[in-house]
């Protein structure tokens, strides 16, 4: 499955931006889909998962309240909207389709995304 993640750009603090993550196969759906970020020098990290069905999510800590992660079936994406940002938000956004439903280390993760960068000025 290729992945096409967009939405990205330069925000100041306390600002929103919508993500989307576009997959190129109808089968898409079959997968649950998870977004995480890179900020430089540190290691990639979860942010957000949704189920295949799209009735259950989960989140990070650091961004629980803020982001809110949905899909739409028939156009095959997935959204990450991100409300009242940070500065420490600044990173890489990526989304993987899951290899385990419930995973939130990288490594239980397959196809990936090249990335949108999210920039949060203070």
């Known amino acids: 499955v290729q992945l096409q993640a967009s939405g990205g750009g330069l925000v100041q603090a306390g600002g929103s931006l919508r993500l989307s993550c576009a997959a190129s196969?109808?089968?898409?759906?079959?997968?649950?889909i998870g977004w995480f970020r890179q900020a430089p020098g540190k290691e990639r990290e979860f942010v957000a998962r949704i189920s295949r069905s799209g009735d259950s999510t989960f989140y990070a800590d650091s961004v629980k309240g803020r982001f809110t992660i949905s899909r739409d079936t028939a156009k095959n994406t997935v959204y990450l909207q991100m409300n009242s940002l940070k500065p420490e938000d600044t990173a890489i956004y990526y989304c993987?389709?899951?290899?385990?439903?419930?995973?939130?280390?990288?490594?239980?993760?397959?196809?990936w995304g090249q990335g949108t960068q999210v920039t949060v000025s203070s």
């Open positions: 993987a389709t899951a290899r385990e439903p419930r995973a939130t280390d990288p490594r239980g993760y397959r196809d």
């Open positions: 196969v109808r089968t898409f759906s079959i997968y649950a």
